[in-house]
């Protein structure tokens, strides 16, 4: 199912599940191992917006392609809030 709110597009949990070809639980697996943090209704429905989906293809082509884990990976996204801050490693 999707929603627009102030023109933007989100996807429900389900909806996201299957353009991405897996089961709710691993998007699950993901927002509590501190990957991704879906915006929530007011009753908790997790809506992902498409730049939550362009992270969470990201996410899937480092661990299906790169063979990176979920340790790996948060490893790598907590590093890059630091380079966008210094304005780049030198």
């Known amino acids: 199912m999707q929603f627009l ?3 933007e597009a989100f996807l429900t949990i389900g909806a ?3 353009q991405l070809g897996v089961a709710v639980q691993i998007l699950r697996l993901y927002e509590n191992s501190g990957l991704i943090l ?3 209704t007011h009753s908790g ?8 989906m362009e992270r969470l293809c990201c996410i899937r082509d480092l661990i299906t392609k790169e ?3 979920i340790n790996g990976i948060r490893k790598m996204l907590s590093l ?3 380079w966008e801050y210094r304005g780049g490693y030198r």
């Open 5 to 7: 709110i102030k023109d």
């Open 16 to 18: 996201a599940a299957r």
């Open 38 to 40: 879906p915006a929530r």
């Open 45 to 52: 429905r997790r809506l992902y917006s498409m730049k939550d």
């Open 67 to 69: 063979r990176l884990n």
């Open 80 to 82: 890059i809030p630091c």
